[in-house]
Every structure is written in C-alpha cells, then in structure tokens.
C-alpha cells in the first residue's frame, strides 16, 4: 500500500498518541492489538483510517482482513502482500463472519501477540458494544499494553471545529445545544448541524434516537436488557443488582433468549458510554439513555421498575413505585405523601418536593390539585427551578386562577423572569375583586413571593411594603409548608432591611432569627447571609466565623440554591482576602452545582471570580471565557451579583491595561439603579478602580487628573462617614499617594504610600501592588535599599497569590538598572555582565586575569546581591546586560585585577 499523508481527525490527541505508541511497536518487532471502540458516530472509522494511512507512512504492510482468504493462515496471507511488519485491519468486528472470528481465534491462540511472536502484526480493530468472548479477549490483551482506546464524546471546542469543517458556522449558543443533545457525539452533531433546525427544535430533536438505533437493535438480548436497566435506573447503582434485575426481565420475556448474566463482561462492552468504578455505575450518556427508552415496550419498562423498587429505597424507590403505577394508586400517594412530610420536617425540601410530585402523580382529581398545590409549593421554598418547571402542565388542572398564577409566578422568579413575575403577583393582588377571589392564606404567599422578587430586583421599598402586608393579614402558619414560608418572610425582611442601609439592625435581626430557626435550612441560609453582611460591614473576623459555620451546616441541611449563592458570595470575599486557592475551587463547585440545579443563582458571582483570577494568573483562554460569559450571559437582576460583575469587568480591564474599558464600565454603571445602592449598603471600594483608571491613562491630560482629584473627594467624605468599610481596590489615600508620583511630589507619595499599605493589611493583592508602587518611588528618589525593601514584600505577596505578570514586573525592577544592579561592587559588576554573557568562571578568570576560585567567590556574593539563585537567570536579565556599551576591558578606567 503506498504512503499518503495522514487526514487527521478532529481532536482525539490522546487517542492518537496511543495509536502512534502501538504502530511503532510493531515497527520495532512487537506484535500489538489497538482496540478501537465506541458507538456509531464516535468517529473511531475515522481514527482508524487515520491510523492506516500513519501505519503505512510508518513503513507497515496494511492489510484489510477481506483481502485474507477463507481457510488461509493469516501470516501466510500477510506475507504475500509485503514484508513484516504488518498491519491487519479488523473495521466492525462486532459485525464480522464466522471466517474472520475463526482466523482471529486461530491466530490469538498461536501466541501471535506474545514476546515470541515471530510475524511482527499490529491488529488493528474497531468495535461497538458486544458481548463477543473474542472482541472481550482482545479488549483484554490490549488493555495490558495500553493500546485499548474508548472513544467518548468530543469537547465543545473540536466540535465546532468539526462542524466547521463540514460547513457549519453556528452562533455559540447553537453550537452549544448540539454539543449538549449529541452528548459529544460526532456524528449525531453533523447529523444535527445538517438538519437546519432551531435552537429550540435541537433540543427536542429525535435525531439522536433514529442515529443510534442500529446500535441498539443490533446488541444481543442480554446487553440490550442491561443496557434497558440502566437507562430506567438513572443513578449510580450496584453493577451485580443491576445484572440480577436484567436476567429476571430476559427470563419473564424471553425464556428462550435466557442466557447467563457476567457482569463484568456486561460492563465491559458498555464502558463507552458507563461512568463509575466498577462495582457502581451509571449510564452517562443521555443519548443512549434516550435511544433505550424509546425501543423498551410499556410491559417491560413497568417489570423493570417494579424489580428496581424491591432493590432500592428512599427516593429511588419512590422514583420507580410511582413510574411503574400507570394508574391512580392512592395508597401509595399517601405514602408518599408522609414521606414527604417527613423531609420537609428534616429540612430536606428537595427531597419533599418530589415525594409530594411523585404522590401528585399517582393521584387524581381533588387529591392530585391538592398534592399540586403542596408540591408547587415545596418547590418553591426549596428553589428548585426544575422541579417547578416540571410541573407547568399540571398548573391548568387546577381550576384556581389565583393560584395559578401565583404558581406561575413562582416559576418566572426561579428562571430569573422577574418582571412577568412581579406583574402575575400585582395582577392578583390588585385586581378589583382581590378580596373576594383572593384567600388570605394564598394572599399572604403572593406577597411573600412578590418580596423575593422585589428583593432580587434591588427594589428595598417595595419588599418592605410586601412584608409589611403581609404582617398585616395575621396569617398563622400551621401547616409545615406555611411555617418554613414564615421563616423565608423573616429573611425578607432581613434583606430588605440591608438594602436600605440599616446594617446594624440587619445584623440584630439575624442574631434573633439564628436562635429561633436552629435546625432548620434557613438556619444554614442566615448564616451565609450574615457572613456576608459583617465582611461589607468591616467586621471582618466575625465574617469569616459566619462562613466557617455555614460550610460546616452545608453539608448537613441547606437549600441547594441557597448554597450556591452563599458559597458564590463566599468565593467573592475569599479573593479580596488573598485566599485565592479557596475561591477558586468554591467558585467552580458552584458553577458544577448550577450544572445539576439548572439554577442562575450564584453564576455570575462565580464567574467573576473566575475571571478575575485567570486575568491575575495570566491565563488568557480562561479569562476570555469568563470574561465573555460576565459580558454576554448574565441573566440576573440580583443587585450584589450585579455588583461583583461590574466591579471584575472593571478590575479585568484594569489589570490587563485597558483603562478605557475600565472607564466605560463604569460610566454605564452609573447610569443604573445600582450607582445608589451602592452607596446605600456601603459598597463603594468601585470608587478606587474608577480613579485608579483615571490616573493610569497613558495621556490622562489635565481634564481627566482634574476628575481624578474631584472624585477622590467624594471617595474620601464617603469613607470618613463610615471608615471602617472594606475597600479591597484601595483605600482613598493609596490614590492621594499616586497622584502626587504622578505630579513629581516624591516625598508626599512615599509619605502617603506607606499609611495606605497598613490601612490595606487585610487585601494581599492591593497591598502588594502598593509595595510595588512604594518601591518604584523610591527608586526614582534614588534610595535603592529602601526600594529593595518594598519590591521584595511586593514580590513575595505576588508570589503567594500566583499573580504571574505583577511577579514578573517586579522581579524585573529587582534586577534593574538602578536597583540592585547598583549595589554592586565594581567587580561584581564586571563578572555580572560577564555572566550574562554566557561565559564560563574559567572565561571570566581569563578575562579578568584572576583566579577560578577569585571568581566562584564574587559570583556566590553577587547572585544573592541580585536576587536570584542560578546564573542561568542571569543571561535572561536584559538588565544586566545593557549595564555597559562596551566590555570591561574596554571600558575606559578599566584596567584588569585594578579598580580605581
């Protein structure tokens, strides 16, 4: 076969490389399976033909195995197309004849891929899920020489790449619906990109199910039953019962298909599309989960559900009870209706949400409306977006326009809706017969709702006129649901209070509210909350005892939305407090958290930390993403995350240079509802990063230092009112100190430098960069100890924090001309250049008619003089080396061994 150059596939670098490993050990003598599978269209054709062409540019033999005659012993066969090495190509062994399995078997049982192997052969196979003892022989050898390569989904990344190979330009937020319903799959997203549908049709597509199909039917009864139980179970569950719950279906369907159930072997096939560790697994890929489903009869799905209750509890055995009862079953809503109960008593509302769903669902009539409103209602206090969602097309069955509305009302505030929330709300409430139509009972919950919603819009008076409302209908919870309610209605008022700058009182109702919903969700939720009000307070030790306390109940019984938005907010106050490590990882839990939620709250936090980190790690691919995601997919009208979102474009833009930007950000905040807010609540560290911008201009011009120094009044009039406020960009004096290095006023600025970084002892990263700045003063004042001084604690704070660019800027001024270049002895500095140049101690010695040992002892005092620890860095230090024009022995007052 002649050589041609390799097409190679999109992605699948990690493949590829194990494909390349097992094509050179056969090129070196080394028989060697590469076990290539995946289902249809995960592109292992592709890799495959890839591999060929690399194999045979590689100097192999290749040969398919339908040029192999019937009968004829394989070696012999490839003998007569070449000289070894071979490559015999095995494509879609799950569907070859008997002929091919024979020469296989043959040639396995031979010793042909053992050390003694003389016909050097590299058996290259494509495979889809079987059970096939031959196919799971070979998985197995390759398995041990790590050439066994699964094919899963492909990133977002090389799908568009795919897709634009193919022609497909799409908008992100298609291509994102194609990698989401594909689940990675290539040839489902072709598919798909082809078919010229919406975003919308995309996600409701049956595309993935028709593609997968053949696949399905084509699995023997037993791995097709299994695959069956997995898709019906949905969880990750014990393998062996899994296998036990298939072989019963197969026995009560298909006696004559009975055949024995190995586990591992079932497994085996199926890793493709299986997550887990063996011994509890869980079918990951929703595209088979679906192509399952829709082949499976209703008499079959229902066995299988009764047979995975009687092997479960809790939840999922509920999840099956109620899937496998087509019909109204009202014993069993009532039992799950006691066992939701139970979990709301607990504080597990998620978990009651959907006992009370699943009892709504085996029921009828005036039961299922009752069961509808308690569930709706469940939900709503255990924000579980989805789960309302879920339950829009029962809303009708209710026959209860006002609560109805209220329901759906609910489910626009949880989507982040908040207007056609607050108009269904005011739309009830204020209609002309409200009293009539209206239950108190029913009103007092509108209006606690519209509170959440005034609350999340930033409109404190108008959530402190829904509380007080609903204060004053005397309302008396009894039931569980109305009770939990009431105490969400306390957190309101609490919020609402903050929003109107009453910190001290925000702070005592807490206290109260804390003592009197011990052991409860909204325990874990206040103390978020109150966290995050001490630390915009000042109160930066009681703040951190409030998280601390917070992470602790997390674990034990919160509201999973509430987690996101407290550990959101959490991350936001572990960055300006130099704990970055720490939010790092709280931000991305969060943002994995949203993943499984399908829930907005705490994102836009997240991502602002994210991005905001990435810009100070220099890591531009991260910070591009988050910072388009800040730009373009923020979704919340929540006054704080709004905030946090303002404030890292702001400092994003800062840090990478672009003042400008920074500037517009801010001149479009100001123009927003949350410009006063600010002020109110006590959030006014912004100030610093828009005077900041101001001063830093390349040509910032008299006007634009004139409106520096006119809002840093207003900085520091605000900051005298309320001294103690966080201000983690800089305090009103770190900005007076660089106005006066910018005007030529030396000595203010250092005067001025030096009181701001104690006042900023609690930020790490605004205090170093006010060490740097206090450092670059005093060079220009010419006191280079001084100026050493402060780099090196700039230095060592960057370092902790990993601040890459600032690390790298002020370890350059370490190893500037006028810093520490200076404090060189004349010598020192000559075997400095010297050094930078390459030269060796011998050279050095040569060229300055000295001793080896003359010149090892000045470079062991001159490298810690400098800073730094190898001689290596010194040839990189520009610095250094622009020291002299010319070489010491022609710089004039240079005489060798003699200084003057």
């Not at 390349?20 to 033909?49: D, N």
């Not at 049982?109 to 495979?127: I, S």
């Not at 990109?193 to 995309?202: E, F, N």
């Amino acid at each position: 076969m002649s050589a041609r150059a390799a097409e190679a596939v999109i992605g699948r670098d990690p493949q590829r490389a194990k494909v390349l490993s097992a094509i050179y050990s056969a090129r070196a003598g080394r028989s060697t399976v590469c076990f290539l599978e995946g289902t249809i269209g995960s592109g292992k054709t592709a890799l495959a033909e890839e591999a060929r062409t690399r194999a045979a540019s590689a100097g192999l033999t290749v040969v398919s195995f339908a040029d192999v005659e019937a009968g004829e012993h394989v070696c012999d066969a490839l003998r007569r197309h070449g000289p070894a090495p071979y490559c015999l190509v095995a494509e879609d062994f799950h569907r070859a004849e008997p002929e091919v399995h024979a020469a296989l078997n043959k040639l396995l049982d031979a010793g042909a891929f053992g050390p003694e192997a003389t016909c050097p052969v590299l058996l290259l196979m494509t495979v889809s899920p079987t059970v096939d003892p031959l196919a799971r022989r070979f998985a197995k050898t390759a398995a041990q020489t790590g050439t066994r390569i699964t094919l899963r989904g492909i990133t977002r990344a090389e799908m568009s790449n795919l897709l634009q190979l193919h022609g497909h330009r799409l908008s992100e937020e298609m291509l994102t619906r194609i990698h989401t319903r594909s689940a990675g799959n290539p040839g489902i997203a072709v598919t798909l990109a082809g078919a010229c549908l919406t975003a919308d049709d995309v996600s409701a597509s049956t595309v993935p199910q028709s593609y997968l199909r053949p696949d399905v039917e084509h699995l023997t009864p037993p791995l097709r039953t299994f695959l069956e139980v997995l898709a019906l179970d949905g969880r990750n569950a014990r393998a062996g019962q899994l296998a036990d719950v298939a072989a019963q279906t197969l026995r009560s369907f298909a006696p004559e298909d009975d055949q024995a159930m190995e586990t591992d072997s079932l497994l085996d096939a199926l890793s493709p599309i299986l997550t887990g560790n063996g011994r509890e697994v869980r079918l990951s890929d929703q595209t088979w989960r679906e192509a399952a489903l829709a082949l499976i009869t209703p008499a079959r799905q229902q066995l299988i559900h009764l047979l995975l209750a009687e092997r479960t509890t809790g939840l999922p055995r509920a999840r099956h009870l109620a899937a496998a009862t087509p019909e109204s079953d009202p014993g069993l809503a009532q039992e799950l209706e006691a066992q939701g109960d139970a979990a709301l008593r607990e504080g597990n509302y998620s978990a009651s949400a959907e006992y009370l769903a699943l009892a709504m669902r085996v029921s009828r009539g005036e039961e299922r409306r009752r069961l509808l409103i308690s569930a709706g209602l469940t939900m709503g206090i255990a924000e579980s977006p989805p789960g309302v969602i879920d339950l829009f097309a029962e809303i009708d069955l209710l026959g209860d326009v006002p609560m109805a509305a209220f329901l759906r009302a609910g489910m626009a505030f949880f989507t982040g809706h908040l207007d056609a929330a607050r108009s269904l709300l005011l739309s009830q409430l204020r209609s002309p017969r409200a009293e009539e139509r209206v239950e108190d009972i029913v009103r007092w919950r509108m209006l606690i709702l519209l509170c959440s919603v005034e609350i999340a819009a930033a409109n404190e008076q108008s959530a402190q006129a829904a509380v007080a409302q609903a204060r004053d209908l005397g309302i008396v919870p009894n039931t569980p649901i109305d009770q939990v309610m009431a105490r969400v209605m306390v957190m309101h008022e609490v919020y609402a209070l903050w929003n109107t700058g009453a910190i001290d009182e925000a702070i005592s109702c807490l206290d109260v509210f804390l003592i009197e919903a011990a052991d409860t969700a909204e325990h874990t939720d206040a103390l978020y909350f109150r966290g995050r009000v001490h630390f915009y307070a000042g109160h930066t030790a009681a703040a951190l005892d409030d998280l601390e306390r917070a992470e602790e109940s997390r674990h034990q019984m919160v509201v999973p939305a509430a987690a996101q938005r407290g550990m959101a907010e959490q991350a936001v106050m572990e960055f300006h407090l130099g704990r970055w490590s720490d939010a790092i990882l709280r931000a991305e839990r969060v943002i994995s958290m949203a993943r499984t939620t399908r829930d907005w709250r705490g994102l836009a936090s997240s991502h602002a930390v994210l991005a905001m980190v990435a810009v100070a790690h220099a890591d531009e691919t991260a910070a591009a993403e988050h910072v388009d995601w800040l730009t373009h997919h923020v979704t919340t009208s929540s006054a704080l995350p709004l905030y946090n979102v303002m404030t890292a474009l702001a400092w994003t833009a800062r840090m990478s240079g672009d003042h400008e930007r920074a500037l517009d950000v801010f001149a479009n905040f100001r123009r927003t509802r949350l410009y006063a807010w600010t002020d109110t609540v006590g959030l006014i560290g912004w100030r610093a990063l828009e005077i900041g911008a101001l001063v830093d201009l390349e040509n910032p011009g008299p006007a634009r230092l004139a409106e520096a120094e006119r809002l840093l009044k207003v900085f520091t009039q605000k900051v005298a009112v309320r001294p103690g406020l966080p201000l983690p960009y800089g305090h009103p004096l770190a900005l007076q100190a660089k106005l006066f290095a910018k005007r030529g006023d030396l000595e203010s600025a250092v005067t001025d430098y030096r009181a701001s970084i104690w006042l900023a002892a609690e930020f790490p990263h605004i205090r170093a960069r006010l060490h740097h700045a206090l450092g670059v003063v005093h060079r220009q004042r010419g006191e280079h100890a001084e100026a050493e001084e402060q780099l090196e604690a700039a230095r060592n704070i960057f370092a902790q924090l990993g601040a890459a660019p600032e690390l790298s800027d002020v370890k350059s001024r370490l190893l500037s001309v006028a810093g520490r270049y200076a404090s060189l002895t004349p010598r020192e500095r000559d075997m400095a250049y010297l050094i930078s140049q390459g030269r060796t101690n011998r050279e050095i010695a040569e060229n300055l008619f000295v001793s080896v040992k003359t010149v090892e002892y000045h470079v062991s005092n001159l490298l810690p003089k400098l800073g730094i620890s190898s001689r290596r860095e010194l040839w990189t230090a520009a610095a250094v080396a622009s020291q002299r024009t010319s070489p010491p022995d022609q710089t004039p007052g240079f005489s060798p061994g003699i200084h003057v």
